[in-house]
């Protein structure tokens, strides 16, 4: 995917206006990557993949080794209208 992620703790939660500490913090993106080509940012959170809400950042990474190297991705950022999908 080639993201750096975190867990969203209380502080980053008020700081990013987030109603929950659910989910997974983009805090890199690099170069070159499907997260890039599908515009990413630093600061975006993870809050579902597949239709699975996401805890945190090792169930981000559990969902994403479970779909395997080549899946399509359906993901949906905090603040989206609608997912889009990651190959």
């Known amino acids: 995917m080639g993201v ?10 008020k700081a990013f206006k987030l ?3 659910k989910g997974s913090l ?5 170069q070159d990557t499907p997260a890039q080509k599908a515009g990413m940012r630093k600061g ?9 809400l996401i805890e945190n950042s090792n169930h981000l990474r559990n969902e994403i080794a479970n779909a395997g190297a080549y899946a ?5 950022l905090s603040g989206m209208e609608k997912p889009f999908f990651l190959n």
Request: glycine fraction near 4%; charged fraction near 35%.
């Open 44 to 52: 975006d959170v993870v809050i579902r993949i597949n239709d699975k």
């Open 72 to 76: 399509e991705i359906e993901m949906e």
């Open 4 to 13: 750096g992620i975190q867990d969203v703790s209380h502080d980053l939660a």
């Open 19 to 21: 109603k929950s500490t």
């Open 26 to 30: 983009i805090t890199e993106i690099m």
